[in-house]
């Protein structure tokens, strides 16, 4: 039963990348490209044949430009419960592209809607340290 729970997930996980690729309007070549992992391997993950590590995921996440936390979360790593409101402020906590003034805006807005405690600059700095080692 666990087994067939765990292809159900993989497949879902598969079914998903496509999707995201397609949304991207990248082909598997330039995926592959872009991650460093071979074009075979990729189309093993998409076809649900495959199960990648974690590593994988956040260099597919980053070369699709989508969260790799969802990843995590469909790859069955993480639990959802565990990501949850997380992933929208690791998400904008590593966004380069925003001010720090238009991320501690962002976070103020988001947990005014989601009625979330602030979370303090150490967990920020934390996050954001864990995330930029696991990209080296």
């Not at 879902?12 to 460093?36: F, H, I, P, V, W």
């Not at 495959?50 to 069955?76: C, D, F, H, M, T």
């Amino acid at each position: 039963m666990a087994k067939l729970s765990m292809q159900k997930t993989v497949e879902g996980l598969g079914d998903y990348l496509r999707e995201q690729r397609g949304q991207a309007q990248m082909s598997l070549r330039q995926l592959a490209e872009l991650t460093d992992v071979s074009n075979p391997y990729l189309s093993q993950i998409e076809r649900g044949l495959r199960r990648p590590s974690a590593e994988v995921l956040q260099q597919i996440a980053k070369a699709l430009r989508i969260s790799a936390e969802s990843l995590y979360v469909r790859a069955g790593i993480l639990d959802a419960d565990e990501s949850g409101a997380r992933m929208v402020e690791d998400a904008i906590a590593l966004d380069s592209r925003l001010t720090e003034r238009q991320k501690t805006a962002l976070l103020d807005i988001y947990r005014s809607f989601v009625g979330t405690d602030e979370a303090t600059d150490t967990q920020l700095v934390a996050t954001v340290t864990e995330a930029n080692q696991e990209k080296i």
